[in-house]
Structures are given as C-alpha cells and as structure tokens.
C-alpha cells in the first residue's frame, strides 16, 4: 500500500516550484501594465499547479503500465514501483485535472475570456498524451517543444492576459525564458533516465541528442533564459544589476551536470532547476513591479 511519502514522491514534489513561478512572472507583468488582480493571479498558480500535480500522475501511470519505469536510477514510482494499482493513480491524475479545470473555468469567469476555455483543454490533452496514448509525444522526443508552449507561453502569457486582457511583448520573453528553464528541467529529468529510457523506446530529446550534447542543451537552455531576463532588464534598468544573481544560477546547475554526474547524482540538480526556476519567477516579478 502506498505511503504518503510515496504519493509525495509520484507527485513530483521536487518540481513543483516551477509550477507557480510562470504564474509569478506573469503576474510581474500584470503589474507593469497596471492591471494586477490578486484574485485572478491566485487562481491562474492553482491552476498550474493541479495541471502540473496531474501531468506527474499521469506520466506515472503511462510510464508505468508500459513499463518504462520498471527500471529506473530514480525514486521509484507509484505505478511501476508496484506502490499501488495503476487505477488508482489513474483516477488521480484525473481528479487533478478537474480540480485544476475547476479553477481555471473560475478565472474564465472573472476574466471574460471565454476562448480560453479551448485552451485549458487543449492542456489536458496534452498532458494526458505525452506520455499516454497509443502514440505519446513525449516518446518521441517532443516533450520539450510542449513544455514550452504550455508551461512557458500558456501559463506566463496567459496569466497576464486574463489579468489585463493584453499580452505584451514583455509578457512573451518573460515566458521565454520560463519556458527555458523548464525544458531544462525535463532535460535533466531525461538525462538521468537516458540509459534506461534508451532500452525501453522512449526517444526522449535526450536520448535522440545522446548524452554529452543532452548536457550542453541544458546548459544552454539556462544561459538563454538568462538572456530573456537581460532584455527586460534593459528596459527596467535600476534592477538590471540582479542579472548577476541569476546569472549564478546556471553557473552552479551546470557544474555536475558538464562534469558527468548521472544517476542518482543528477536528483539534487533537478530539485535545484526547479528552485531556480522559481527564483527566476520571484525576480522577474520584484524586476516588473518596481
């Protein structure tokens, strides 16, 4: 029977950070263009918060009942760990998606933006089909080019729009840059797995690049969301000299990463891009806001 530790664990709390901060760079552009509404920034991180909870349970139970997880160099899973019977985290992901569809028809509501339901569905199937499905894209090396649109662009641009009803440019590097490091961390995430991953048939990014250019991508991910942040920082220069302190960032996550770490090793470096993703969203939140 699984454990609260074990649904901790198939929850992905490690990466959970990085829901909320596209919802905090948003917002810091909400700001900015003066139409920031607390009510609507709060719904716009639970939203991606229960989407991203439900992405991590969905991907346990497809991962699992195909048997890519059988074996694994991380934590085992709820699914293929044998914790607990894959119906069960099914459901779970499924009652994720809800609670998150849930706040997202609320912020809708308050917005006026009623397209936007389209796109909150096309959010949950793709969450469902990266890695479920007869075809999952997240098995053929598409996984980044998803996260990027949906947890770079959909969750920041989006927070902004349903706050002002506009999507300025600011809005789209910010998401840039968010999106980045977020591929990055799904980059991270598959390096650990490419030995596995490799035998099993999923074509991940990072098995199609093979390791050493897997790592380089990674690293370069970062440096280019440094780079989104720089161009905001031009145009709000007083706090441009924070791009030192995030700049640090990269500098430490790509240390064990160019220097061969894998494995096991690679698990606090995936804690810390999430981290770091959420600090990038705090600062460029503090960067619009003043």
């Known amino acids: 029977m699984a454990t609260i530790h074990d649904w901790l664990e198939g929850a992905r709390v490690r990466t959970l950070p990085a829901a909320v901060a596209p919802v905090l760079a948003g917002t810091g552009v909400a700001i900015a263009e003066e139409g920031f509404s607390f009510p609507r920034a709060l719904l716009a991180a639970a939203v991606a918060l229960f989407f ?18 059988d074996v694994r160099s991380g934590p085992p899973r709820l699914t293929g760990g044998g914790k607990t019977s894959p119906g069960v985290v099914k459901r779970a992901a499924f009652a994720f998606f809800a609670l998150g569809a849930l ?41 980044e080019v998803f996260v990027m649109i949906f947890f770079g662009y959909m969750a920041t641009v989006g927070t902004t729009y349903t ?40 074509h991940t990014l990072a098995v199609r690049l093979g390791e050493g250019r897997a790592r380089v991508t990674f690293v370069a991910m970062l440096v280019g969301a440094v780079a989104c942040y720089v161009v905001i920082g031009l145009w709000h220069w007083p706090t441009l000299s924070t791009t030192a302190f995030i700049g640090v960032g990269p500098i430490v996550l790509a240390s064990p990463v160019l220097r061969g770490a894998s494995g096991r090793e690679l698990i606090p470096v995936l804690r810390n891009t999430g981290l770091f993703e959420l600090l990038y969203g705090v600062v460029l939140l503090v960067t619009l806001a003043v």
């Open 52 to 69: 991203q909870i439900g992405v991590n349970f969905a991907n346990d139970y497809s991962d699992g009942i195909r048997g890519t997880d």
């Open 163 to 202: 706050q002002t009803g506009t999507a300025p440019w600011m809005a789209w590097v910010a998401g840039t840059g968010i999106g980045l490091i977020a591929c990055a961390l799904l980059m991270v995430n598959n390096i650990r797995d490419i030995p596995t991953d490799s035998q099993t048939g999923k």
């Open 103 to 143: 706040a997202g028809l609320t912020l809708v509501v308050l917005s006026g933006q009623w397209w936007l339901i389209g796109a909150g569905l096309a959010a949950v199937v793709a969450a469902w089909y990266y890695t479920g499905g007869k075809h999952p894209y997240g098995y053929m090396g598409l996984g």
